[in-house]
């Protein structure tokens, strides 16, 4: 079958779909001799642009031959972001840390899931792609808040062990990815033999497809127009939270459906990195980065950038380009069959940047997988991936951060970009210029 008409075929016969799966094929998730698009928040009918159905077919078929593969009768999921992704439903960022939403594959049956009160009835007349019987009402407890005595755990544990057993999978080991405790109880008592199902799903959701790309390069380009924003409010007198505010604003007014969290660090507070932000007023001469952590239809951005106010000093330069190199070097490792080990080592040792382990130094020197959730595989990092390296894949997509701190002692460089793995290398998503140390409203040339 020539690739090129691969995924039309895919859509007329579901049995092909594995074949997504081989790596043989991964280069048809997209044309590498083309310019990855950004093509806009709507569909129109002159250009092609995400197709949705593609999107939800390829991922539930990812899902299904990780399931296959893992020896796992079915998958039993609570992460918002899993269950996003095996049946394309979603009901606002309410639902991220309630717990209350969950989804089952099992076997080769179609998905089912069991939603928030009226959130069911809406799948059934709005997700044409769901069977209307699996969409159904569910609530486990709300974080324990429903003692689990009453008994709602208890009977969906029975609901689904029903299922589980009218797929022919019930002897089978099931795939949890995380659940409230005593839901595990009543899942066990139920005689469900509970593993790990987590890792299954993060292994489906390494590849992207075109679709999840364009996705992902959309997201990029909003958080673009955002640093253009914030390098044109940079002056004496705004406020961390002034930034944040604005920042935030302007995302939602983009299309993000979901501004996780806004980053912005300044001056004394850069070293070491804090990882929020407050009302500390920007000074001139402050070194200042900030994080941009939004989604566009659920495709995150992990995005930092170091500007300063007006002017620096030589030892923030020297710092901003020391973070530039370390992160030069690492995105020049990303390819197609490299192991996440030869990435880190590019990095510098905890010790070399003034901290005692790697432990205390993670996630300064840091890669990890972009997709629906922030961290997805393979995560690189010198704590875990000199040991435990990981190959690198074509369609996987990377964030990846480098810091470091200034002889002043308090000022701080933080850099970011966003990857995606190619047929030969990597493209860089993230645009906003970060080849030298940025100067916001410099007070006078160089």
Known sequence: MCENHLWGEVSKNPALSPLLLKPHHLETNWNWQKHLPSPGFISVDFEKRVDHDRLRKYRLARARQALKNSGLGALLLFDTNNIRYVSSTKIGEWERDKMSRFCLLAGDEEPIVWDFGSAAVHHKQNCDWLQPDNCRPGMVGLRGTVPPDVG?????????????????VADMQIGVDYAETAMFFELQKAGMNIVDGQQVMLSAREIKNQDELILLNQAAAMVDGVYHMIYEEMKPGVRENDIVAKANKLLYELGSDDVEAINAISGERCNPH???????????????????LQSYQGYRTCYYRTLNVGKSTPVQRDAYKQAREWLDASIAMIKPGVSTDKVAAVWPKAEEFGFPSEMAAFG?????????????????????SMENPMIIETGMVFALETYCPAKDGYSAARIEEEVVV?????????????????IANAYFSA
């Not at 709602?152 to 022919?168: F, P, S």
């Not at 997709?371 to 997805?376: D, I, N, Q, S």
């Open 274 to 292: 804090p990882h929020n932000f407050t009302d500390r007023i920007f000074r001139p001469g402050d070194q200042a980065f900030f994080d941009i």
């Open 422 to 438: 190619t047929d030969k290398g990597c493209k860089v998503i993230t645009l906003f210029p970060a080849e030298e140390l940025p």
């Open 152 to 168: 709602l755990m208890k009977n969906h544990a029975k609901e689904i062990m029903d299922l589980l057993k009218t797929a022919g």
């Open 364 to 384: 300064l020197q840091f890669g990890h997988g972009l997709g629906l959730a922030l961290h997805e595989r393979p995560i690189i990092s010198r704590l875990v």
